[in-house]
């Protein structure tokens, strides 16, 4: 038996015809030295379906945010769009492709925008926790922000691996009469000032213990603000609180 659960089962076996008789002592010595080989198989293969599905949660996720979204490299290369994001590129009015780069059309943020994605290389240290927000006028005159994140920094930078996004580039209308989402969150959920800032660092670092150095504070003390957070908004999860800040921010479809 290689897997059993509540949903279903797998097992592996080796079938002999009746003229090379019974199991003997030699075919189990193979069999023994085998298993471990399937075993093995088996458990990379759960793994490979765990990471696929994963991979298709993460795009569907991503896909469903009105606000284009690019994750790219240092030097701008296109790592991943969502669809919105190949929607703006397909209409040309914002942005554009060159040679694989994500240029906008509003020539006079090109260069800072590529200084910021040089930047994000480095991480928060360069760009800052909250990132950097960025003007971009279309050729329509529309005005829109994009907002860079640097995606190099924390677990991902101590943790030594090499990444090709450097920094998520998300890109809305600008809208003048848009409430600050902290004010709407503060007012609905009756937050303390503490609270709304282990709110917003979990939104932004992710982990408490990141959290609680990015604040300054100890672990115990952003654990606590972390379950009042749960109680007052009735999430259950840290993603919750995100999803939450990231839809009064509206940039989720409704």
Do not use: C, W
Request: glycine share 10%.
């Amino acid at each position: 038996m290689l897997e059993k659960s509540v949903t279903g089962g797998a097992f592996f076996g080796v079938y002999r015809h009746e003229r090379h008789g019974p199991a003997d002592d030699e075919m189990r010595r193979r069999m023994r030295l085998i298993i471990p080989h399937i075993r093995r198989a088996a458990l990379i293969g759960r793994v490979i379906d765990l990471k696929t599905g994963e991979a298709d949660s993460f795009a569907d996720t991503v896909d469903g945010i009105s606000a284009g979204m690019f994750l790219v490299d240092a030097s701008a290369r296109i790592v991943h769009a969502n669809a919105s994001g190949h929607a703006m590129l397909a209409q040309g009015s914002l942005l554009r492709v060159v040679g694989g780069k994500l240029v906008p059309n509003d020539m006079s943020a090109e260069q800072g925008l590529n200084e910021v994605y040089s930047m994000s290389e480095r991480g928060d240290a360069a760009v800052g926790v909250k990132g950097i927000s960025v003007p971009l006028i279309a050729l329509d005159g529309e005005r829109h922000v994009v907002h860079v994140l640097p995606l190099t920094s924390g677990a991902r930078r101590r943790a030594g691996t090499s990444y090709a996004a450097a920094a998520a580039m998300f890109v809305q209308k600008a809208a003048l009469d848009t409430p600050s989402p902290q004010e709407l969150i503060v007012k609905l959920y009756k937050l303390t000032p503490s609270e709304l800032r282990v709110l917003l660092a979990i939104v932004q670092v992710g982990s408490t213990a990141e959290v609680a150095e990015t604040l300054g504070i100890a672990e115990s003390t952003a654990k606590t603000h972390l379950h009042r957070l749960f109680a007052k908004t009735g999430a259950k999860r840290q993603a919750d609180l995100v999803r939450l800040v990231a839809g009064y921010a509206s940039p989720f479809v409704g």
